[in-house]
């Protein structure tokens, strides 16, 4: 799906508007502990992500799942920081209109730091 990298790529290219532009209107994102809903107030969590020149972090979907009805996705792939995997992420979006994948819910998890024997 070709808009999930589209909408990564907005944090490298620091693209606050074109971010904005892959959100739902009705999106919920969790983040941490609190959870933002509606694409004003999920824009709003994430604006100072794109504040300096360099993101202060990237993600990739390694993983893209589209149903047969074409009309909903799980894209799902590893958050960098400092070229270090800190998390993983699960979005799932929704054909809004011919050609127009939307962000709907977006969550990541830390991923686990390896176990010892």
């Known amino acids: 799906m070709a808009a999930e990298r589209a909408f990564a790529k907005t944090m490298a290219d620091r693209d606050f508007k074109a971010f904005t532009g892959y959100l739902s209107s009705d999106a919920i994102f969790f983040s941490g502990n609190s959870v933002q809903h509606g694409a004003i107030e999920v824009a709003a969590a994430w604006k100072p ?13 390694d ?7 074409g009309k ?9 920081i400092g070229g270090r995997i800190v998390s993983r992420y699960n ?25 010892r024997p």
């Open 91 to 115: 979005a799932i979006w929704r054909l809004e209109a011919p050609n127009t994948w939307r962000v709907v819910f977006d969550k990541a998890e830390a991923v686990c730091a390896p176990g």
């Open 72 to 80: 909903l996705a799980l894209s799902t792939g590893p958050v960098y």
């Open 49 to 61: 992500s794109f504040s300096a020149a360099k993101a202060p972090f990237s993600w990739a979907p």
């Open 63 to 69: 993983v893209v799942e589209v149903l047969p009805t």
